[in-house]
């Protein structure tokens, strides 16, 4: 079956625009996460989700940075305003369980959108 | 707090040549360890976790509790395994959110 997508695969931004980052998971899939990978460093948690419900948002940079998953399945994530240090690419990843103390169910991951904020 | 350590950002191998990527990890507590591998114009994926105890695609790593360390060894590399290599991180965070290392660029020289 299809995989997580996201779109878009590249966004360009000016300085104070607001960006929209789509995710579509893993049909079924009952936890989402999103992660922020700036240049040269690994992948780092900003939010997740499970279905509709937000149960952690500790990683996101500020205020500015908003995510959603209003019917427990496409996921947005929204940076209002944008400014250049928001650039980076941004992951969607996608899970099938609810997770447990005992273990954890893998993580499927978008291909990413590369955002640039000029 | 948890955090994962992957020291050398390259490293370059003669093909047939043994490959060992390091990873050492703090963490308060028993976490699960992965290694997710990217190649070249792919998606982040889950190359092994230590729960499974798998070798996949030659590949091996044992979680070392003393050492707080999860290396990846391959005996003999291939030009096939020339990716970004992550270790990772889940603890009881209560959601298994992971925490990534900075990554180790493979390249296999042929």
């Known amino acids: 079956g299809a995989g997580v997508s996201q779109s878009p695969r590249y966004k360009v931004a000016k300085r104070g625009q607001d960006v929209a980052l789509r995710c579509d998971p893993i049909?079924?899939?009952?936890?989402l996460f999103w992660y922020q990978q700036a240049l040269g460093q690994g992948p780092e948690f900003l939010t997740y989700f499970q279905n509709e419900a937000q149960l952690d948002k500790s990683g996101l940079p500020s205020d500015r940075f908003f995510a959603e998953r209003p019917e427990g399945s496409v996921s947005t994530l929204k940076i209002q305003p944008s400014e250049p240090r928001d650039s980076a690419v941004y992951f969607c990843a996608s899970s099938y369980e609810i997770p447990l103390a005992g273990g954890t169910d893998t993580q499927y991951f978008g291909p990413g959108t590369r955002l640039t904020v000029l | 707090a948890q955090r994962v350590t992957q020291p050398e950002k390259l490293l370059s191998v003669f093909k047939g040549a043994p490959v060992e990527l390091k990873c050492n990890y703090s963490y308060s507590g028993s976490p699960e360890l992965f290694w997710y591998v990217q190649y070249s114009r792919q998606r982040l994926q889950l190359l092994l976790r230590h729960i499974s105890r798998e070798s996949i695609k030659g590949f091996t790593a044992d979680l070392n509790k003393g050492e707080t360390s999860f290396h990846l060894k391959k005996p003999f590399a291939q030009e096939e395994d020339s990716a970004m290599y992550y270790c990772?991180?889940?603890?009881?965070?209560?959601?298994?959110?992971?925490?990534f290392g900075k990554g180790n660029q493979v390249v296999v020289i042929p």
């Open positions: 049909s079924g899939h009952v936890s």
């Open positions: 990772a991180l889940s603890g009881r965070f209560g959601n298994n959110r992971l925490a």
